[in-house]
């Protein structure tokens, strides 16, 4: 038994040797695909309901490694946070979607999501600011999503910030709402102007009482508090028929687009709801 025991702890460790190696490697791959330009963004059609057209795209990241092929923003996204690789790669995102956004008509904002760990870093300010002036794109046209567990590291500095954002006239978006534990608190101090309601709660909207019962109450909430609201992963009909009866000011999701890559923005740009 005592053998079977460690059989199972070498197991282990060379199971962990293993995990830590993939993990390097990714690490060495992000790098080079920083270095190399092996990102790109898709861009996903936010559709506001109330003026009937398209109000702006959500810049979505993609990497195609050489030999991995597609790798998910959810799998790499993590790695590059812990790593610090985060910060160049998401300098390069406010560069690279500030630059297309520039080229859209005046109505139509482009929003960028923003690591905690950019977001908390000195030098963010000055790399939105030259995102801007590089690509001439107004301010207004720009809106941060940030996530709530931005305020896990303390509070203080992201108000400065957010009041910073703000007073030079960009967005700035509560991403995921209602995924975190204490969504509320925050909403009731620091200054947001959209909140995004999450998919999970989206995807029941139609068939399921209690989702229905907590998106009409975050759409109240957000009148209440004068924010705009989006509601993320809509896939179907039913789901877009019972977020227009409770007033939600925007779609986002599968049924009117998925994300598109840059040569296909221009025909989504004038592009209607079906109903
Ligand atoms: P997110 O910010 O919540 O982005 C929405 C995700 O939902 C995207 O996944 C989008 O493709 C997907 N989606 C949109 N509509 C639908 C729908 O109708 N149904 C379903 N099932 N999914 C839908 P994606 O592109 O894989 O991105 C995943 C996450 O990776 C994002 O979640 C965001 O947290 C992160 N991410 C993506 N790009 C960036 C970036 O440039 N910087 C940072 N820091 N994070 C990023
Ligand atoms: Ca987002
Ligand atoms: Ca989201
Ligand atoms: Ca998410």
């Not at 460690?6 to 690490?27: K, N, P």
């Not at 990497?63 to 923003?73: L, T």
């Not at 790669?89 to 482009?110: K, L, M, N, S």
């Not at 300010?125 to 567990?149: H, K, M, W």
């Amino acid at each position: 038994a005592k053998r079977d025991g460690r059989g199972v702890f070498r197991f282990f460790e060379e199971a962990l040797d293993i995990a830590a190696r993939q993990r390097r490697q990714l690490e060495l791959d992000l790098r080079e695909a920083l270095m190399t330009g092996q990102f790109r963004l898709n861009f996903q059609p936010i559709y506001n309901l109330k003026a009937d057209r398209v109000g702006g795209f959500e810049a979505l990241l993609r990497w195609n490694h050489p030999i991995r092929g597609e790798v998910s923003p959810v799998q790499f996204i993590p790695v590059a946070e812990e790593t610090g690789l985060i910060m160049g790669i998401g300098e390069w995102v406010f560069h690279e979607a500030c630059r297309v956004a520039a080229g859209w008509p005046d109505h139509v904002r482009i929003a960028i999501n923003v690591s905690p760990i950019q977001f908390r870093s000195p030098g963010f300010l000055a790399i939105v600011l030259q995102a801007l002036s590089r690509s001439g794109l107004p301010p207004a046209r720009l809106e941060i999503e940030i996530t709530e567990s931005v305020f896990l590291d303390g509070e203080d500095n992201v108000l400065n910030m957010l009041h910073q954002l703000r007073a030079m006239g960009v967005r700035v978006a509560l991403d995921d709402f209602g995924t975190g534990y204490s969504s509320l608190s925050y909403l009731r101090s620091f200054p947001f102007d959209k909140i995004k309601i999450d998919r999970s709660f989206i995807t029941g909207v139609a068939a399921d009482p209690s989702s229905a019962a907590i998106v009409r109450a975050i759409v109240d909430l957000a009148a209440a508090l004068h924010m705009e609201i989006t509601a993320e992963g809509v896939e179907d009909d039913s789901q877009l028929a019972c977020l227009r009866g409770e007033g939600c000011d925007n779609i986002q999701g599968y049924l009117f687009s998925r994300p598109v890559e840059i040569a296909a923005i221009q025909q989504l740009l004038p592009a209607k709801l079906a109903y």
